[in-house]
């Protein structure tokens, strides 16, 4: 963050659930689910209750911004912590102004300090905003691996 930054990122709470399931609920407008901002809202209350997922928001003053989670996993192999970035969504008001970048840096610095191995997301092939904001934060696309997903619900 440079000098001319006016907003601040920082882990969220369980205090934060209001500010942060109107941007869940954005995120998941963007990738085509309707809006149902009660469900975003117990989505996130069920992860806070339950310690299922790390949460970061950026705000600048009483205005939100952006947000990240990520969740807990681990890998066997390496016998270490490791993260899923799984969601990043910066507002309009937010985008163009190093608010994806903050937020990443912070769920890294958070992982860092916990041991992790490493953090690891997908996003939309068509997300290319995405893409390259992942990219120019250090992120290297997967070239190893072939994903696949067993889809057990609509």
């Not at 066997?76 to 969601?87: E, P, T």
């Not at 068509?126 to 070239?143: F, H, K, M, P, V």
Request: glycine share 6%; proline share 2%; aromatic share 12%.
């Amino acid at each position: 963050m440079t000098a001319e930054t006016t907003f601040s990122v920082r882990q969220a709470v369980l205090a934060d659930l209001d500010l942060l399931a109107p941007m869940l609920d954005q995120y998941r407008q963007f990738y085509q689910r309707p809006s149902d901002l009660a469900a975003a809202r117990s989505f996130l209350m069920d992860r806070f209750n339950h310690g299922e997922s790390v949460l970061f928001i950026a705000q600048e003053g009483d205005t939100v911004l952006g947000f990240a989670q990520m969740y807990p996993s681990f890998s066997s192999v390496s016998l270490k912590r490791a993260f899923v970035f799984n969601d990043l969504f910066v507002a309009q008001a937010g985008r163009r102004r190093g608010v994806g970048q903050a937020l990443i840096a912070a769920a890294a610095a958070y992982a860092t300090a916990l041991g992790a191995r490493f953090l690891t997301l997908s996003t939309a092939k068509t997300n290319e905003d995405a893409q390259a904001l992942y990219r120019s934060t250090g992120w290297q696309r997967e070239e190893t691996f072939v994903g696949y997903t067993l889809m057990l619900q609509d």
